[in-house]
């Protein structure tokens, strides 16, 4: 079992950066595939962007590629998003989860989640 928990988030202009990061604890970090996805009020979880083990691979919804950057650095136990010219469409809260088969896109495929952590951009 891995626990996560995110920090980072909080409330940005639109057209700035946060850096988001996921603090994981638990079973092997690098044995883990990982993700960040996001949900806006009255709208269904959405998927940002996976990563996989090794960290060498990485996809991203189309709606975040070329502003957001995702990466890890198992030593560490954390995984990062980095979010760059935010948009005020970027407002949720952001969850990392943690996979135990490759870098998937759908949440259901995910086997744990951490807390969330609320990014709000004004326009």
């Known amino acids: 079992q891995v626990q996560l928990v995110e920090s980072g988030g909080g409330l940005v202009q639109a057209g700035n950066s946060l850096r988001l990061s996921c603090a994981a604890s638990?079973?092997?970090?690098?044995?883990?595939?990982m993700g960040w996805f996001r949900q806006a009020p009255g709208k269904e979880h959405e998927f940002v962007a996976s990563?996989?083990?090794?960290?060498?691979?990485?996809f991203y919804a189309d709606s975040v590629k070329g502003r957001f950057t995702i990466s890890r650095d198992n030593a560490k136990n954390t995984v990062w998003l980095q979010m760059n010219s935010l948009k005020a469409e970027d407002t949720a809260v952001y969850y990392c989860?943690?996979?135990?088969?490759?870098?998937?896109?759908?949440?259901?495929?995910?086997?744990?989640w951490g807390q969330g952590t609320q990014v709000t951009v004004s326009s």
């Open positions: 989860a943690a996979a135990t088969y490759g870098m998937p896109v759908r949440s259901d495929d995910y086997n744990y």
């Open positions: 990563i996989t083990r090794s960290g060498l691979s990485t």
């Open positions: 638990g079973r092997a970090f690098g044995s883990y595939g």
